[in-house]
């Protein structure tokens, strides 16, 4: 799918593919964040996303005039949880609305691990 915006010089079309992508990045820049997980529970949690596939770790819905967003990611152990799912959601909002001209309705996150990283098991 795609979201199409209709200006005054034409058609602009931008994938969902492409609105995933840019999600993925804007989360990654929060601090607490390990990085993103698949989406598909069948897919393995033991290898976090790299950054050319984020888009499996965001389910982007389209509605009418406005787009959902829904994100999976892993956080760092010790931090506190919602905050950093706030900050994802408000940095994942922000940079669509600026950097794509897109309406979003809402960001759900949804933690699906906790990763102690390397530094942390001393």
Not at 4 to 18: A, C, N, P
Not at 35 to 50: F, K, S
Not at 84 to 103: D, S
């Amino acid at each position: 799918m795609a979201q199409e915006i209709q200006s005054q010089y034409g058609k602009i079309v931008i994938r969902e593919e492409v609105i995933a992508t840019v999600s993925g990045v804007a989360a990654m820049e929060c601090y607490g964040l390990v990085g993103m997980a698949p989406r598909n529970v069948q897919e393995e949690l033991t290898d976090l996303l790299r950054r050319e596939n984020f888009e499996r770790g965001v389910d982007v819905q389209f509605g009418d005039d406005s787009i959902s967003i829904q994100l999976y990611i892993v956080v760092e152990y010790g931090v506190k949880i919602s905050e950093v799912a706030k900050n994802v959601q408000e940095r994942v909002k922000y940079v669509i609305e600026t950097m794509l001209g897109l309406k979003v309705d809402r960001v759900n996150v949804k933690v699906q691990s906790v990763r102690v990283t390397s530094a942390k098991r001393k």
